[in-house]
């Protein structure tokens, strides 16, 4: 049985029941009733992983990660640093039939650059999971992958396993709990506080050198209630509404590429390096 709050040397072991999960839980056309069904089936797993989740992510706690980690004061790495970093937190209990953290990312971005799209685009897929670097920084999964969700206002029935909300603090303060909560009414994704994780730290580590769709695609995909459901209209923007497209554009590279053939990240490399190196400086602050 995975302990959702192990540290990062226990590796990423929610991550393929958890990934498994997501693209079940949102393959097209889907009922409520029938999201429901399936949430309730699921492996126990991602259940104790969303329960802990769902308990733990305050707005307290996502306000003091945000000032924790989003002055950028862990140190410069380079992308291809990060991914190696982040590439050590695979679970080697079955290493053969499971991806490496570089192999999905590539496997994503290879996807995307197969089909055309632009060359930032490309690039936004061979980052999109490196803010999981934050579970080497001692984070615990929970406050790394998963479904995200805004805090401070009223919870979506959207979200997956929204019973659990209700052992979360900040289910008895009446002011959080509200519509808009401590937000105005359509005040823009960025100005909403997101469950912690790796979606928000990449986005920020990044913010200066990509275009806006690929900071939304960042920031954003894994807020499944937003752009698989429709939640959380009260609070988007005009602005978020027509960035919602790129968000879906991306999401099928990051769910269903995998089990493609695995990349060569030796054969891959150089046209990488070029790609970065056209975005980013050498080292970025993380
Ligand atoms: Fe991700
Ligand atoms: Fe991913």
């Given at each position: 049985m995975v302990n959702p709050t192990a540290v990062a040397h226990d590796g990423l072991t929610i991550e393929d029941d958890w990934s498994g999960f997501v693209a079940g839980r949102y393959r097209?056309?889907?009922s409520q009733a029938e999201f429901r069904n399936y949430d309730a089936a699921v492996v126990p797993t991602v259940a104790q992983f969303y329960k802990t989740n769902h308990e733990l992510q305050t707005l307290d706690f996502v306000l003091e990660k945000e000032k924790e980690y989003l002055a950028l004061k862990k140190g410069k790495m380079s992308i291809w640093e990060a991914a190696e970093f982040l590439n050590t937190?695979?679970?080697?209990?079955?290493?053969?039939?499971d991806l490496t953290q570089i192999e999905h990312l590539l496997q994503t971005s290879e996807a995307i650059r197969k089909d055309g799209h632009p060359r930032w685009m490309v690039l936004t897929g061979f980052i999109h999971?490196?803010?999981?670097?934050l579970c080497l920084y001692g984070e615990p999964q929970w406050a790394v992958v998963g479904d995200t969700f805004p805090v401070g206002c009223a919870y979506s029935?959207?979200?997956?396993?929204?019973?659990?909300?209700?052992?979360?603090?900040?289910?008895?303060v009446a002011r959080y709990q509200t519509k808009h909560g401590i937000y105005e009414p359509n005040c823009g994704l960025s100005n909403v506080h997101m469950s912690w994780g790796h979606d928000t730290y990449i986005g920020h580590v990044v913010r200066d050198y990509l275009p806006e769709p690929a900071l939304y695609m960042l920031r954003y995909h894994s807020f499944y209630s937003w752009?698989?459901?429709?939640?959380?209209q009260c609070l988007t923007s005009e602005h978020d509404r027509e960035m919602l497209s790129w968000v879906k554009l991306f999401n099928p590279y990051d769910l269903y590429?995998?089990?493609a053939a695995k990349p060569s990240v030796k054969d891959l490399k150089p046209y990488y390096d070029d790609l970065i190196a056209e975005f980013f400086p050498n080292k970025l602050d993380w």
């Open positions: 097209e056309g889907k937190l695979v679970d080697d209990s079955d290493p053969d039939t999971d490196l803010g999981k670097v029935d959207k979200v997956v396993f929204p019973e659990y909300f209700a052992s979360n603090p900040d289910f008895n752009h698989q459901q429709g939640a959380y590429s995998k089990g």
